[in-house]
């Protein structure tokens, strides 16, 4: 079975390489002149910088293994220290001031409020009705900033966090397991290195930017028996549009994805705390987060030097993601200043932009998914963030799992899988 594979971030990468395990032809089109899509590293003047995530909370283990990368991955090292930017002052979290703003009495009494999580829920409104309006809020502003860099009041609750809706089912949102921050890890030569070794062991056409697919199925003038979509929405929604009019507008209906810039700055070392990073709850700075990646990973920085990573822009303040790199860096650094009392100039900087960064599920996210992909023709799949998860465990299942189904649909290959 040949499958052409359109788009080669890390859900069309997982989606060919589930492909290639079961028997299969898959050939991967990419646009850029890398694969990997937003998993991406540099390595520039000493310093090792992300396009993207920094993290992975969950283990690739097939991928890994797959790759023989098991030897490179790295687990940050302590101290982790988070702070929250919140009513304007930096606090370090937990902490008694950060508890006592963040109203945890009340929040405390939240098996009394305990009603079930509805549909159609913003994240805010879904928290605020269960913690109080303080501690609720400042939950769902951390939550909706740290993995969406979205804004709490147009993020589905439950499907933009399903483990909240699981919990809430159960009675109480602090029940079940906690999420392990000691799995948190990545590469020794970065995440990148990842689609790297992946798409070393595919068939990727880099540079080639799919513009039409023929039903049947034809891309770039080459017969294949299946097609995995695995681009954001809006290019799904284009390659579409020629001949299934009726998916090209539901992939144009609330699809959504909030513009993200980074901005890695590299200083010398004695200027920059040590720890995590802070997030910012109030919605008030340029860098929705900062991370001090060469606090927590080996050769990020030069000796003397560290790296901080400010991620800019999101669903609240699209604006800051188009500012030129001049004022955006000027701007982030006048904060670190403010706010994590850097000081000195950056001898490095680095500025990546996502125009489409992080797809924003909005209430009514999964009904949309079902809906859309009920009007998929037989042979065309559906694959990536913009669906299934946003986090990359979530795009590498949500790539497997539309391989899996194409195979399974298809006579030839589908009883033997
Ligand atoms: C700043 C940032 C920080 C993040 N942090 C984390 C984190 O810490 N942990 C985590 O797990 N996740 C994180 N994420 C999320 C995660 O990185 C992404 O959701 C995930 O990598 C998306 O993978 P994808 O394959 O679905 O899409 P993409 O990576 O967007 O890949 C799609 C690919 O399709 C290609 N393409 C588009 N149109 C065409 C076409 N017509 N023809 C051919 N190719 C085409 C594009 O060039 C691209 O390479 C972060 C994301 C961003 C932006």
Redesign the pocket.
Known sequence: MRVAV???????LSAAHALLGRGADPVV????DKPG???GSVAERGFLTED??????RPLDGLIDATGLREEVVQPRPPMTRWVHVEGRVLKAPSLPLLVRAGVPRALLEPLFARPLREDMPLRAFLVERLGRRAGSLAASVMAAGVYAGDPDRLSARDAFPSLGERAAKGSIFKGPRRDRTGLWNLRRGLGSLPLALAAKLQVRLG????RIEPGWKVQGEKFDGVVL???AS?AAK?TRGFAPRLADALSSGFEAAP?A?VHLGFLQDTVPRGFGMIDADGALTAIGTLLPSSMLPGRAPPGKALICA?CGGARHPERARLSDQELTAEVVSELRRTMAIRGDPEYVRVVR?PE??PQYAPGHRPRVEAARALLLPGLELA??AYDG????D?ARSGAAAAERLLIASPTQGVHI
């Open positions: 359109i788009g080669g971030g890390m859900a069309g089109f990419e646009a850029s899509g937003k998993v993207g995530p920094h993290f992975l909370a080639t930017a799919v513009e695995a681009v954001p290019a390659l993200v980074l991620i996502h960064g992080i990536g963030a946003v986090s990359v465990p795009v």
